[in-house]
């Protein structure tokens, strides 16, 4: 009995040894290993959402708002696999049951299923109240005009990250800081506490377009490419006081709210991303460099030779022949030769230095992503071509953007200006602050002389003998240039016959104009001249447009005129 008792008392005390060993391992040596796991299967940690700010139009209406949706996760650790529904919860949500198996299968305690489901289509899964499958509401970004403005606002992706437009550039503005989401659990992993109360709110964001503009301006360019059969459109309307675009549309778009479904060429901002040879409207930089130079007065005669001249070997024609021509006549009727005897005056080193003025071949500084800067090549690397082929819009690249920048600062009265499509952001606490329009409007660069004659030449390009009397406006004066450029055809190493690209840039009302504003067509059909595809878009839009900002009419517009007296206009006379 005493060797039974003592081999009791052996086995109870080496037994409580272990026991003791094992709770000194367990409580000591791998105290923090088993902490974190019993937290881990008590506490889920999951990244919060920042409910992004939302963004207005310059009168404070909604363009973005953010919406309650439901994302289904998976919590393995409580998960209970005997559970037989797992088939039924495919059908709910829309993933493949083979989809969830693999998820149940896999190593991550924490899996979203499902992410964004309107609410009310997880109703039903609620009420089934499956162990380890949870519901958590999450905002999703929602885009109110559709595809209006796209390219302007761009769009977010299934984690709220700013991916285009304003969305990604002011990012960081729109989604603050975020916080974590927790969810904790009974001892029989129910759960029964969780909290977002980290949660914060961005800024919001006051754009500088208007919705009304906005919507006249997508209206017109649908009509447009319908008439017209065209591949693409643009269109920019611009305060040429500010830089501030009113109204920004591009075709084709694209609908924010479900972005994947359209292809990068729908996506594409060719307003800032696709530069072109801008034609005759490039035509203003020779005539601001030949009357800032004082090379010529505006009733000077220049003699268009017939319609064509002979530059570096190559003969370049006009479109219509012109014999003797006044200087104001050279840019009313858009002559090739003229404007090419008027940039031989310049010479290329002046002329290069104008085109730089007008912000040709760098980017204008726009707060959206992927502008390009166009192409200019310095003069050491023009050809004997250059000089006839530079002035008229040819050998040099452009964005729509830049060209209506360079018309908003004949516009303006000579001053630069910056493009800008954010006003100011507001922060959580209402604090406002203006965005840097990079000292829009400080820096001049031509004189209020060389404006005032450009101006008036520029008002009868819309006359009758102008090259774009369908863009007059009824009470108001319009002040523009035409543009009709070929295409580079890469496959046949020329210009293509066929495709071209008209356009026509101006603004209005020509005394003191309200806004600037190009549109841009890309492969016409039908018709190709700037005159007759561009220019009725813009009469179209900036008739409307008037209306809406109340613009009052003129009881009775004159044909625009220039009292000429007997000086030297431009640099000489201003110094």
């Not at 493949?96 to 992410?115: C, I, M, P, Q």
């Not at 996506?267 to 034609?279: H, K, L, M, S, V």
């Amino acid at each position: 009995m005493n060797r039974r008792f003592m081999l009791i008392y052996g086995l109870i005390f080496v037994g409580f040894f272990v026991l003791l060993a094992r709770l000194f391992d367990i409580m000591v040596i791998k105290h923090d290993k088993f902490a974190k796991k019993s937290e881990n299967q008590r506490l889920a940690e999951v990244d919060v959402q920042v409910r992004r700010g939302v963004i207005v139009d310059r009168l404070g209406r909604r363009l973005t708002v953010n919406i309650e949706n439901n994302s289904v996760y998976l919590d393995k650790g409580n998960y209970n696999e005997s559970d037989k529904r797992l088939q039924e919860v495919s059908g709910i949500i829309g993933v493949s049951y083979d989809e969830l198996s693999a998820h149940v299968r896999g190593k991550k305690n924490f899996v979203w299923l499902k992410r964004k489901i309107p609410i009310e289509e997880t109703d039903k899964l609620q009420e089934m109240k499956l162990s380890g499958i949870g519901i958590t509401s999450e905002p999703k970004r929602n885009y109110l005009l559709g595809h209006m403005a796209a390219h302007v606002i761009g769009f977010v992706n299934i984690d709220n990250k700013g991916l285009e437009g304003v969305e990604a550039v002011y990012d960081k503005e729109l989604i603050e800081a975020g916080g974590k989401y927790y969810i904790e659990r009974d001892a029989r992993g129910n759960i029964f506490y969780n909290t977002n109360e980290n949660e914060k709110t961005g800024d919001t964001l006051t754009l500088t377009i208007d919705q009304g503009l906005q919507f006249i301006v997508e209206k017109e360019l649908d009509d447009a490419m319908e008439k017209w059969r065209a591949s693409a459109a643009t269109a920019i309307m611009m305060d040429p006081y500010t830089g501030e675009i009113l109204a920004l549309s591009n075709r084709p778009t694209f609908d924010p709210n479900e972005p994947g479904k359209y292809g990068p060429a729908a996506r594409r901002n060719r307003a800032i991303t696709d530069f072109y040879e801008p034609g005759s409207t490039f035509k203003v930089v020779t005539a601001a460099g030949v009357l800032e130079e004082g090379l010529v007065k505006p009733d000077d005669k220049i003699d268009c030779l017939g319609g064509a001249i002979e530059v570096g070997g190559k003969k370049i024609k006009d479109a219509h022949p012109h014999g003797v021509l006044t200087f104001m006549e050279v840019i009313q009727k858009s002559s090739n030769v003229g404007t090419i005897k008027l940039a031989q005056r310049l010479g290329k080193h002046r002329l290069y230095s104008y085109v730089k003025k007008f912000g040709f071949g760098e980017k204008t500084g726009i707060d959206l992503p992927g502008e390009i800067s166009g192409r200019l090549r310095n003069p050491d690397r023009w050809s004997g071509v250059s000089i006839g082929a530079i002035p008229i819009g040819q050998e040099v690249a452009a964005t729509p953007l830049q060209v209506v920048t360079a018309y908003s600062i004949v516009a303006n009265g000579g001053y630069r200006i910056s493009p800008s499509v954010v006003k100011e952001i507001a922060s959580a606490g209402n604090k406002t602050i203006p965005v840097n329009k990079k000292h829009s409007g400080s820096e001049q660069v031509i004189s209020k002389k060389t404006v005032e004659i450009l101006k008036t030449a520029l008002m009868m390009v819309t006359q009758d003998g102008g090259t774009a009397k369908y863009a007059r406006v009824e009470g108001n004066l319009v002040a523009g240039k035409t543009g009709t450029a070929q295409i580079f055809d890469k496959s046949i190493g020329r210009y293509s016959p066929t495709d071209f690209i008209s356009s026509f840039v101006g603004f209005v009302p020509a005394d003191k104009p309200v806004f600037s504003m190009i549109v841009v067509v890309w492969k016409p059909r039908g018709e190709i001249y700037g005159g007759l595809v561009a220019a009725p878009v813009f009469k179209n839009i900036a008739t409307k447009a008037l209306t809406y900002l109340n613009v009052p009419k003129e009881d009775k517009v004159k044909n625009p005129t220039l009292v000429v007296e007997n000086e030297t206009f431009g640099k000489k006379a201003h110094d």
